[in-house]
């Protein structure tokens, strides 16, 4: 039957007047301030499978550490792990995370899980919207034979899909989920107008409609693969200058005159995205015999980047006439961007591995981090503060608790020399005596 061109206003009309519930699966850093969102105008079922972020959201906090007590207020949200909850809705929004394996290999195993969640409660007339980052075609590819077949529903006519990526930057308050533009997508023209609407009454900045799903997904896996690659040339271009003498931060500065320069700094990439999200596109091109040149090159530069800043440390190490055995290191962050609580992907702890291997131990601190994780996603200890003396210091990640400290600050805790690391620059020409070191 052909789609009725108001039909899309019955869903959202029943959601206005909750006579239907919206269900958001996975309340991550991006699940959660989406739910909380459309609680402020909808019944919202905020399902996790983790009982014990689930008890904390129960009493307004946020295990992300992303969000204040207040951003729980005036919402009409129940926070579950019982699946049975789920029946009671009839729009789903799956926005788990998806990882990559020890092999680079997409890890799919959370979002089809959650699909099959969904699949197992799903009734005619519903919605399901993906968020979570996949190559494109894995939404129709791997999803939706999921829902048709546990569902027994016919895809089109008895339920239907969309694919809106998130866009959420951890610990950037100014560009949150209402204040960027969301792209939005569906299996048919019914569909896109239903989660245009729906999502437009809460995005301030408004929707773009893509034209597919593939789209959509292209879209989103492009923004962080053109940002990987773009800084592998600048992590490049500092190893690089390092062997010239040159400061790579003032070449920076100085290139950043010209009004078309694109503006980035060398570092340590991972997290959830940039680190992870080239290699489902790399994965996708392997299918289809397609040598993705230039992103795997991009990959394999910012993923030796760890490797080349424990040797460089090793390196400050020995020159300075230091037993590598016999030294401390002192690593200053332990998340993968500054003012963040998140450690998934970060590559501050593959230099620490690096330079345990050599004998040289390393002491992480981090006020941001949670020590519980650390030990169990890496089987690293975060210590609450220094202990003693250090041969080097090395500031991996510049919170906002580690700018602008004294010079005192880091000269009691160092054995002369004074070596310092400063991944980020954030010290750069502020010191006299000083082994220093920037990328």
Known sequence: ?????KRHLFMITDLQAKKKRIAVLGLGYVGLPLALEFARKYSVIGFDINDSRIAQMRNKIDPSQELEKEAFDDCDIEFTSNQDDLRRAHFFIITVPTPIDNHNIPNLEPLLLATHLVAEVLKK?????????????????????????ISKLKFGSDFKIGF????????DKE?????????????DDEALETIAELYS???KKGVYKASSIKVAEAAKIIENTQRDVNIALVNELSMLFAK???????VIEAAATKWNFYKLTPGLVGGHCIGVDPYYLTYKASQLKHPARLISAGRAINDEMPTYVAHTILKKLNNAGKVLKNSRVLVMGATFKENVSDIRNSKIFDVVKELQSFNVQGDIIDPHADAEQAKEYYGCTIVPEPTGVYDAIVVAVKHKEYENLPEEFFRKYVNPPFILIDLKSAYYNKFQD????SL
């Open 434 to 437: 000083v082994v220093y070191f």
């Open 125 to 149: 007339g519903d919605y399901v919207v993906f968020e979570s980052t996949v190559y494109p075609g894995a939404t129709e590819e791997e999803c939706v034979p999921i829902l048709k077949k």
């Open 164 to 171: 809106s990526p998130e866009r959420i930057n951890p610990g």
């Open 175 to 187: 560009n949150s989920l209402v204040n960027v533009l969301k792209i939005v997508s569906g299996n």
């Open 244 to 250: 010239m003498g040159i400061n790579t931060n003032e």
């Open 1 to 5: 039957m052909p789609n009725h061109p």
């Open 201 to 203: 009454s809460i995005i």
